[in-house]
């Protein structure tokens, strides 16, 4: 009998040890080990995760310095070219030499590209990779923020001096075609069809005959030209008719609204001829920086 009593107190101290250990002991070690190696995976993966970004980092600037390396030449030649282009558009800006204005679109998505990279990235790779200097990192951050700007600046103006110099250029020819036009019929109605060259003195002495005697004179001096520049052609001609209100004797005759229509084509000339001073002016401001920002980038080139 005393035995069947200590087999069931040793029976249900087992069972004990093992009901505690169901619910209480092996809960609480899966739930410790589940927090500890989750804990120590997360600390891992966040010592992966901030490798990976270090290395992502170190490769970005190592891969924007050599970009920058590579396009600072690049953007210096194109500075460069564009002055070139505009001090040959100079030498092209004159009443007598100009044909047409070349409006060229200077591209300047590589100094916008650079600008993108973004202030403090910039500052470091350039001073800590590529090794500027305080002043040469002002130099190259000045230089790609305005460039795209004074290209459009630089379109735009060109673009307006082309469409100005149109607007009086047509004005010009108008007025031209209206001179010819009535210096023409002045001269057939007085002379027809026969020549002027047999005309006596007193015949000379008549205004109406005078006035267009010398307007033939113009035509043919204009005809005769043997310049090869119709502008100069026509700016002698006017000039030549001009002068016909300080004949005495002619400018009886003269209208009014003729003698006008010189004046005012001749202003037309003398336009243009201010517009291309002022653009010869403004362009030399544009050749002067952009020949100064080519040598800035060059000076940064090691």
């Avoid at 469409?163 to 019929?185: A, C, D, P, V």
Wanted: glycine residues 2%.
């Amino acid at each position: 009998m005393e035995l069947l009593w200590c087999q069931f107190f040793i029976d249900a101290y087992n069972k004990g040890i093992y009901e505690f250990a169901k619910d209480f002991l092996m809960p609480g070690t899966v739930l410790f080990l589940t927090v500890y190696f989750s804990i120590h995976l997360s600390k891992e993966e966040f010592r992966r995760q901030l490798e990976k970004e270090k290395n992502d980092k170190l490769e970005f600037d190592n891969t924007t310095s050599e970009l920058i390396k590579i396009t600072i030449p690049k953007l210096s030649e194109k500075l460069s070219k564009l002055a070139t282009l505009l001090e040959k558009q100079n030498l092209e800006l004159s009443y007598d030499k100009y044909e047409n204005m070349v409006v060229n679109k200077t591209d300047g998505s590589f100094f916008t590209s650079l600008k993108e990279i973004g202030y403090k990235n910039s500052y470091y790779i350039t001073k800590n990779i590529l090794h500027f200097s305080e002043e040469d990192f002002m130099k190259y951050w000045e230089i790609i923020s305005n460039t795209p700007h004074r290209f459009r600046q630089i379109e735009e103006y060109l673009l307006y001096v082309s469409n100005e110099y149109n607007r009086i250029n047509s004005e010009l020819n108008k007025l031209t075609h209206s001179i010819s036009h009535k210096t023409s019929h002045i001269i057939h109605d007085r002379f027809g069809t026969y020549s002027t060259h047999d005309l006596s003195h007193n015949q000379l002495e008549e205004p109406r005959t005078n006035l267009a005697y010398n307007m033939h004179l113009a035509v043919e001096n204009f005809q005769k030209d043997e310049t090869n520049n119709q502008p100069i052609k026509i700016r002698n001609f006017l000039m030549e008719l001009d002068l016909l209100k300080t004949n005495e004797i002619a400018s009886k005759e003269l209208s009014s609204e003729y003698a006008q229509e010189i004046v005012y084509a001749l202003a037309r000339i003398q336009s243009i001829e201010k517009l291309f001073e002022v653009t010869k002016e403004t362009n030399q401001g544009y050749i002067k920086r952009l020949r100064e920002d080519a040598d800035k980038l060059n000076s940064l080139i090691k």
